[in-house]
């Protein structure tokens, strides 16, 4: 039976500070084609854009307690 991998959570900052990056070109990119879009899929887009920036607080609060268990080793 192979033995499960252990838990790496090295790069997690990394890996998180990347999701916020690609959240906020999402963000931009919606913005830019609600130019393009009728009332109805624009309101579609800011409530999208709304939970996005959710996600990115709950993201770099994520960063935050990593960061910190990096420094203390991860106990």
């Known amino acids: ?3 499960p991998k252990p838990d790496d959570r ?4 990394e ?5 916020v990056q ?7 990119k919606a913005e ?12 579609k887009i800011r409530a ?4 996005r920036e959710e ?4 993201m770099r609060a994520e ?3 990593e960061a910190a268990a990096r420094e203390h080793g991860y106990q």
Do not use: C, G
């Open 55 to 58: 996600a990115i607080a709950a």
């Open 10 to 13: 090295s790069d997690n900052v």
């Open 48 to 51: 999208k854009n709304r939970r």
């Open 15 to 19: 890996k998180l500070q990347e999701m």
């Open 32 to 43: 830019e084609t609600m130019q393009f879009a009728s009332p109805e899929e624009q309101e």
């Open 63 to 65: 960063i935050r307690d």
């Open 1 to 3: 039976m192979p033995r």
């Open 22 to 28: 690609n959240t906020i070109e999402n963000i931009e």
